[in-house]
């Protein structure tokens, strides 16, 4: 009897298990399409003029979608766990997340009437807005909650990250399309080729961004270049890592190959320093930014531009809503403004590491200061190793083209685009010169007006690109010199590659060589496609628009606008794959294999 009974007491506990398993799946399936159906209602209505019956019928769809994520936040907060949660990330999400569900729904719940004489602040909270911004939270927190369940799975990490660029694009096509977004509408072809631009930050352009496009198009556009120049799976993780109560060793190893973080404990806290900071420098630029233009752009307004201009140089986009980009009359003097947008780009391309790498330096020299100060210690100490090899690998590399770029451009240039300019003007616009093919594509001057042996240089440079895990493309500045010292190394007759008293890894040899090989295969793919499709063209010309789009540079000579659609949908391949990397992408489509502890009998081959 008692056997009978404990049997089934259990197995009405099994029961019991298995129906809140499935009611928390109908939850999540719920949520999925009330996140969806929000994101694709607040596209509809901004992007459409909507006739005051359906404007009311949205109005009531979010206040049912607002109490759909409130009661399930609270059933999540209280059978879930995260009540029991130590996590600090949990306790602030909660808590503003409370904060403004009282607030908004007390807005909703409320007539005009109260608020205007009674609560006028909580006319804020009943804004559309205010509601467009709020509820589009929660619906990429939701969504991108969902996105661990991707991470969980056998996936190759490569194609994940491939999907997700190609994914933003085609939402971004659609945005373009809205009929509120541009003045007089564009083709299919030129959305996804702008949409690729932007989400690729590369900065080509078929279209005028200045005049096709509306404010609201520009919104996208500036949108898409932000979340391309993060990266999309930083993003979605960053947000949907506050919905999670705990991140299973698969997501760790995963959100770790994003975001180049080999420390599993340190995860968090990098996603939410890559966030912080391109925030933080995007400000601080944006401010610098308006102060240089003020007063000088008439009617332009001066807040839009400086946020505009800051976010695609710090991304290195190189966007602009100018439609002569820099060089124009208004801004084409504005030497300061080229500077802030000169460290904006560089800031941009050299890399989140070589940034967090200084933070913690900078962090050690003050905490020293400080307890000197306080008479907790006599003298500094050193703490050795601080600045890694990578970092100082990378701020060498990127010192050396920028001095050797801003000698020879203002060599080259400086009787002709350069003529008549004071010598302080002449450096300024060689610098600009050197920095901007580094993935940025700003121009201060007409491209189409350089020397030959200027546009040669512009290609080298834009080849070689920004560093790694930044919001630049290129082969990268670690590659270029990784191959240098190998080639060096190569001449010496040394077989072990050391640079800095360390021993550089054979992978790491092998990928850099890759890289290279890869990239030159992509320039010469391109260029031959569309000089198939645009015989007319001169090749040098074709080239170079392809070494930009590949190293996802703005930087052309001006045949981007006069392409046919079959030479667009190249470039628009090619800036897809320059974006995410040539060996990434391959590498999301090839089956990795585990590497043998056999080995073949070794033999020599002829190469010189």
């Not at 080729?193 to 500036?222: E, K, M, R």
């Not at 895990?469 to 191959?483: E, Q």
């Not at 540079?553 to 470039?571: A, C």
Request: net charge positive; charged share 15%.
């Amino acid at each position: 009897m008692r056997k009978r009974f404990k049997n089934t007491f259990w197995r009405r506990l099994e029961l019991l298990a298995s129906f809140r398993r499935n009611v928390n799946k109908v939850g999540l399936l719920i949520l999925l399409f009330i996140s969806i159906a929000s994101i694709a209602l607040v596209v509809y209505e901004v992007g459409f003029n909507l006739n005051p019956y359906l404007y009311a019928q949205t109005s009531r769809f979010y206040f049912v979608a607002l109490l759909i994520f409130l009661v399930s936040y609270i059933v999540r907060f209280f059978s879930q766990g995260f009540g029991e949660s130590k996590e600090t990330r949990h306790y602030i999400a909660w808590s503003l997340f409370g904060l403004l569900f009282f607030l908004l729904l007390i807005a909703y719940i409320k007539p005009d009437e109260y608020i205007r004489t009674k609560a006028p602040l909580l006319a804020i909270f009943k804004s559309p807005v205010f509601t467009y911004v709020f509820i589009l939270i929660l619906s990429v927190m939701e969504l991108s909650r969902s996105t661990f369940g991707f991470l969980k799975k056998e996936i190759n990490t490569s194609l994940i990250f491939v999907l997700s660029f190609f994914f933003i694009i085609l939402v971004g096509t659609g945005l373009l399309l809205l009929p509120n977004s541009t003045t007089h509408g564009i083709s299919l072809v030129d959305a996804l080729f702008t949409s690729t631009s932007a989400v690729c930050v590369t900065g080509l352009v078929v279209v005028d961004t200045a005049t096709a496009f509306t404010p609201l198009g520009q919104f996208f556009i500036l949108l898409l270049i932000q979340i391309g120049g993060i990266g999309v799976m930083t993003l979605t993780s960053f947000f949907g890592i506050f919905l999670v109560n705990k991140l299973s060793f698969k997501n760790q190893i995963n959100l770790g190959d994003f975001i180049s973080e080999e420390n599993l404990g340190e995860i968090f806290r990098t996603l939410m320093k890559i966030v912080l900071v391109t925030f933080i420098i995007e400000s601080i630029g944006a401010i610098f930014i308006y102060f240089s233009v003020r007063g000088t752009l008439g009617d332009v307004n001066e807040g839009y531009y400086s946020i505009f201009h800051s976010i695609s140089a710090f991304c290195n986009a190189g966007f602009s809503i100018f439609t002569d980009n820099l060089d124009d009359v208004r801004v084409r003097y504005n030497y300061g403004l080229h500077a802030y947008v000169s460290l904006l780009i560089v800031f941009g391309g050299i890399g989140y590491p070589i940034l967090f790498n200084y933070m913690q330096l900078l962090k050690h020299v003050f905490r020293n200061m400080v307890r000197q100060v306080l008479g907790l210690q006599r003298r500094y100490r050193h703490l050795p190793k601080i600045i890694n090899l990578h970092t100082k690998l990378v701020v060498y590399t990127t010192l050396i083209l920028l001095v050797v770029g801003t000698v020879f451009f203002a060599f080259f240039e400086y009787n002709n685009t350069l003529k008549g300019l004071p010598w302080y003007g002449v450096l300024a616009e060689s610098f600009f010169g050197s920095v901007t093919p580094r993935t940025a594509g700003f121009n201060t001057v007409n491209m189409a007006q350089l020397l030959p042996q200027t546009v040669l240089l512009t290609m080298f440079l834009m080849w070689i690109g920004a560093s790694p895990v930044s919001t630049g493309g290129g082969i990268k500045t670690t590659t270029f010199a990784v191959a240098v010292f190998n080639v060096i190394n190569i001449m010496k007759g040394k077989e072990r590659l050391e640079i800095g008293g360390r021993e550089i890894t054979n992978n790491t040899v092998l990928r850099a060589f890759g890289a290279i090989l890869l990239s030159i295969f992509m320039i010469g793919l391109s260029t031959s496609l569309i000089k198939l499709f645009e015989p007319q063209i001169d090749m040098m010309a074709i080239v170079f628009e392809c070494i930009s789009a590949l190293s996802t540079v703005w930087l052309s000579l001006g045949i981007t606008p006069s392409l046919d659609e079959g030479s667009k949908i190249v470039l628009i391949a090619t800036m897809f794959i320059g974006r995410v990397g040539a060996l990434t992408f391959l590498s999301g489509f090839v089956r990795h294999t585990a590497e043998l502890d056999s080995r073949y009998p070794k033999t020599s081959l002829c190469v010189n």
